[in-house]
Nanobody, 115 residues
Framework: QVQLVESGGGLVQPGGSLRLSCAAS????????MGWYRQTPGNEREFVAR???????DYAESVRGRFTISRDNRKNTVNLQMNSLKPEDTAVYSC?????????WGQGTQVTVSS
């Protein structure tokens, strides 16, 4: 059974930081490209960041320079360090795993940026 479990969400003031983590089980983690997406009510889920099996990274323009994605293949985790947070970063953040046609999603964790 595949599970992606996110943690680390919460309420933070503008300019603050949060670190999201996603723990994966049931997959050969090192083979998968891992990513983070986010969604707000009434909107489509949008891409945030991705890290390939080899460690290459890609970011949405809106978060580049503020967010950093990383992975630990020994712990089967992918992390998203979010700095200089803005109110528009408020969303449910979901973990994503991809290998060929196999796609898995986590349940998501809420991030709220507000004063």
């Amino acid at each position: 059974q595949v599970q992606l479990v996110e943690s680390g969400g919460g309420l933070v003031q503008p300019g603050g930081s949060l670190r999201l983590s996603c723990a994966a089980s049931g997959i050969t983690f090192s083979m998968y490209a891992m990513g983070w997406y986010r969604q707000t009510p009434g909107n489509e889920r949008e891409f945030v960041a991705r890290i390939g099996s080899g460690g290459s990274t890609d970011y949405a323009e809106s978060v580049r320079g503020r967010f950093t994605i990383s992975r630990d293949n020994r712990k089967n985790t992918v992390n998203l360090q979010m700095n200089s947070l803005k109110p528009e970063d408020t969303a449910v953040y979901s973990c994503h795993a991809l290998w060929h046609s196999l796609v898995y999603w986590g349940q998501g964790t809420q991030v709220t940026v507000s004063s």
